[in-house]
C-alpha cells in the first residue's frame, strides 16, 4: 500500500502595523498558498500573534513547514521586538519563543520588515547590483536599510536605518519628550491628519509638509552615504507621482550626485518575500 507523503513547504510571514501577509511555498521558493489577515493593533500583540499563527495552520493543513521565515516592524530579539510603537504590546511578545512553540519541529529565521524588504530588492528587484544602495520604506512607519557589498547594514544594535527616530529641529537636541521624524512623516501620521485634518485644503497642506521633510531627511542621508540607486516601498508607493516629483527635485537642486529614485520592484510584498527567501536558506541548509 502506497501512502501519500505531501512534499515538504516552508512558511513566510510578514507582520505589518496594519496586516499581517502570509505564504506557503515549496522548497524553491515557489508560492502556494497566500493569506493577508488584519493586525487590529487595537486588540494588543498576543490576538494578533494568534490569528497570523491560527491562519498559518490553516494554510498549512496540518503540515508542519521544514522552515519558517519571519520579517516584522521592530527588531526582533530573544526577550521582544524592540523599537515596534504601532502594535500596543509587541514590544514585550518574546516572538522567536512564541512562534517557536508554535512550530516546535520548523527552523526558524526573522528579521526586521525593511531589511528583509531590501535583501530582496538587491537580490531579485530594483536595488540589484547597486553597491551601495538605499532602500526606503513608506508605510505605516518610517524606515531606510543601506545596502553595502551586497550586505544589509544591521548596526551594533540591528537598529540601523532607524530613522524615524531622527530629530526634526535643532532645539531637539537633549530632549526627551521630543517629537521623532516618524510621528509626522509616515503613513500613519497621514492617516492620522486625514482624520483630523478636517478639508480637503488642510490635507493637501499637511501632504506638503510631509514631503518637505521627508525630502529633507532623504537628501541628507542622499549626501551622507551617496548610494548608487534609491529605491522607495511600503504602502504610500501607491501614491508615486504625488511623491517622486517632489523628492525628486529636492534630490537634484542638493545633492552632488543625485542618484536614481525609482519604486521597489516589490513595493507591497518586499518584506514577506524578504521572509520567504529566509524560510528558504533555513530549509536547504537542513536538507
Not at 108 to 135: F, I, N, Q, S
Request: proline share 7%.
Amino acid at each position: 500500500m502506497n501512502v501519500h507523503v505531501p512534499p515538504p513547504v516552508v512558511l513566510a510571514l510578514d507582520f505589518g502595523g496594519t496586516k499581517t501577509a502570509l505564504t506557503v511555498a515549496d522548497l524553491h521558493g515557489a508560492r502556494l498558498h497566500d493569506r493577508t489577515v488584519e493586525t487590529a493593533a487595537d486588540q494588543g500583540a498576543r490576538a494578533g500573534l494568534e490569528r497570523a499563527v491560527d491562519t498559518a495552520r490553516i494554510l498549512l493543513a496540518g503540515r508542519d513547514p521544514v522552515a519558517v521565515g519571519v520579517s516584522t516592524i521592530g527588531i526582533p530579539g530573544d526577550d521582544g521586538v524592540a523599537l515596534a510603537p504601532n502594535i500596543p504590546g509587541w514590544e514585550g511578545l518574546a516572538l522567536g519563543r512564541e512562534l517557536a512553540q508554535a512550530f516546535p519541529q520548523s527552523r526558524l529565521r526573522l528579521a526586521t520588515d525593511v531589511k528583509a524588504a531590501a535583501r530582496h530588492e538587491y537580490e531579485a528587484g530594483a536595488l540589484r547590483g547597486c553597491d551601495p544602495g538605499l532602500y526606503v520604506n513608506l508605510g505605516t512607519g518610517l524606515a531606510v536599510a543601506l545596502v553595502v557589498g551586497g550586505t544589509v547594514l544591521a548596526g551594533r544594535h540591528g537598529a540601523s536605518g532607524e530613522i524615524g527616530y531622527n530629530l526634526r529641529f535643532p532645539q531637539d537636541v537633549g530632549r526627551a519628550d521630543r517629537v521623532p521624524l516618524e510621528d509626522v512623516v509616515s503613513g500613519k501620521a497621514l492617516s492620522r491628519a486625514a482624520r483630523s485634518g478636517g478639508g480637503s485644503g488642510q490635507l493637501a497642506d499637511h501632504i506638503g509638509e510631509f514631503l518637505d521633510e521627508l525630502a529633507f531627511h532623504l537628501v541628507n542621508l542622499t549626501i551622507a552615504v551617496d548610494p548608487e540607486r534609491i529605491v522607495v516601498g511600503g504602502g504610500m508607493v501607491r501614491s508615486w507621482d504625488a511623491l517622486h516629483g517632489r523628492l525628486r527635485t529636492a534630490l537634484d537642486a542638493a545633492v552632488p550626485y543625485p542618484p536614481p529614485l525609482v519604486p521597489a520592484a516589490y513595493p507591497y510584498e518586499a518584506p514577506l518575500l524578504g521572509a520567504l527567501a529566509l524560510a528558504v536558506e533555513a530549509a536547504r541548509s537542513r536538507i
